[in-house]
Nanobody, 123 residues
Framework: VQLVESGGGSVQPGGSLTLSCAAS????????IAWFRQAPGKEREGISS???????FYKETMKDRLTISIDDDKTVVSLRMTNLQPEDTAKYFC??????????????????WGQGTQVTVSS
């Protein structure tokens, strides 16, 4: 299983980005997928997840700014982020696990990870 993130970059405060996570070796049909981020000096945190049953989860403090979605072929999961702020600067990772993630927000719930994509928000 390989996961490749894309879509990161530099944006000004208030801007938007859509991150993508492409799978090879599997389709996401029977997998749960999550997005995590890690800012310098901070722990990795879960910000959104799409369960294999279609349920969506969001970090409470970000839920109004995030939308997670999946393409029809079930091979690319996207995360739309709006109204980005400097505190959103981090490396963003996608992760996946067969079927259920015990705790969607916990790193330990996932078996496969991408290498990450950098998001930098500054004026």
């Amino acid at each position: 299983v390989q996961l490749v993130e894309s879509g990161g970059g530099s944006v000004q405060p208030g801007g938007s980005l859509t991150l993508s996570c492409a799978a090879s070796g599997i389709t996401f049909r029977d997998y749960s997928i999550a997005w995590f981020r890690q800012a310098p000096g901070k722990e990795r945190e879960g910000i959104s997840s799409l369960g294999h049953d279609g349920r969506r989860f969001y970090k409470e403090t970000m839920k109004d700014r995030l939308t997670i979605s999946i393409d029809d072929d079930k091979t690319v999961v996207s995360l739309r982020m709006t109204n980005l702020q400097p505190e959103d600067t981090a490396k963003y990772f996608c992760a996946t696990v067969w079927r259920y993630a015990l705790r969607w927000y916990s790193e330990q719930s996932y078996d496969f990870w991408g290498q990450g994509t950098q998001v930098t928000v500054s004026s």
